[in-house]
């Protein structure tokens, strides 16, 4: 028995990319054209630069290992509700029929308003189900959710100006997003688990893009155009981003999701911090209006909200199985 293995990454394949002049409006268009680059490769890049303080990283991350390390029955009192918001524990996601159930444990929250009310717009959200038992989660958790939010936006703006777009075009209603996040917790999985065992096993990111702040543990890899899987190690000070599915689709497919994976064979804990951003459930998401009349869509628009929840329903009926 052994692990799933992986490759050492090539720099160029996932670039490390410096938001810094994107962000301060020195230099935009450099950014967005190495980020344009990127997407229309593996769709994985390093972001420095992003501007999180290291407190609110430090402050999530402390706040998050005392959720995952308290009593079974306690984080039960949060468990995961239908529409998605809460503790999933271990076993409770599968990636595809037929595979192992995950080792991860997730908390699963989304975006709410500076009172805490998430409205109840859509079948895939609902009140946020933070845990009495450790009030300090919400505020940790939510100072994550905005800072890791703000970089989406960033990268947003970045992606439209290399697409020669107006700045603003993937954001036109984005004031009641669908964004939710989670802290992902991989025990140590031992080596006799065997090589189809894992952390997260491979999927691609059902949304627009996702924000992910990995530890110093290692553990994450990602398909690479032949098939074959390569390490993305965590490489301090940055953030890794990757294209999402529904990102891919508005694009036409000039932006590519990459399937990935997590094996976690450190013999640690391994914590991960992610934002999956999307939009508005009512934006229109239709490549026709990113690429102008003329252009042959190889997808129909369809709205965030409608096909985030075909998405997920395949998903949920993957977990049955
Ligand atoms: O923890 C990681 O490195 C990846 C997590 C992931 O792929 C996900 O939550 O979609
Ligand atoms: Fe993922």
């Known amino acids: ?167 603003d075009f993937f954001l036109q209603s984005a004031d009641r997003p669908l964004s939710r996040a989670s802290f992902v917790y991989y025990p140590p999985q031992p080596e006799e688990a065997g090589a189809d065992q894992f952390g997260v096993g491979p999927h691609t990111d059902f949304g627009v893009l996702t924000v992910l702040c990995q530890d110093d543990v290692g553990g994450l890899q990602v398909e690479d155009v032949n098939g074959d899987w390569i390490e993305a190690p965590p490489i301090p000070g940055t953030l890794l981003v990757n294209v999402a599915d529904l990102l891919s689709r508005w694009t036409d497919g000039a932006y590519t999701s990459t399937p990935h994976r997590v094996v976690n064979a450190s013999g640690r804990e391994r914590l991960s911090l992610v934002l999956a951003f999307d939009p508005n459930p009512e934006t229109m998401i239709d490549p026709g209006a990113v690429f102008g009349p003329g252009h042959e869509a190889k997808s129909e628009p369809i709205y965030c909200g409608d096909y985030l929840i075909w998405r997920f329903a395949k998903a949920f009926a993957y977990r049955k199985g």
Do not use: C
Request: glycine share 12%.
């Open 1 to 167: 028995m052994s692990y799933a293995t992986a490759r050492k990454v090539d720099a160029d394949v996932i670039p490390v990319i410096d938001i810094t002049p994107l962000r301060d409006g020195s230099d935009p268009e450099g950014v967005a054209r190495a980020l344009h680059a990127a997407s229309t490769g593996l769709g994985f890049i390093y972001v420095s630069g992003h501007g999180i303080p290291d407190a609110v990283i430090e402050g999530a991350r402390a706040a998050a290992y005392d959720f995952f390390h308290a009593d079974p029955g306690l984080k039960a009192t949060v468990k995961v509700s239908e529409r998605h918001r809460g503790w999933l524990g271990q076993g409770g996601a599968k990636m595809q029929d037929g595979a192992r159930a995950d080792l991860k444990e997730s908390f699963i929250w989304g975006w709410q308003d500076f009172a805490g009310n998430t409205p109840e717009d859509h079948p895939l959200r609902g009140r946020n189900q933070w845990p009495d038992f450790q009030p300090g989660l919400e505020p940790a958790a939510m100072a994550y959710f905005d800072a890791a939010d703000e970089v989406a936006h960033h990268l947003m703006r970045g992606f439209a100006l290399g697409l020669g777009l107006a700045p």
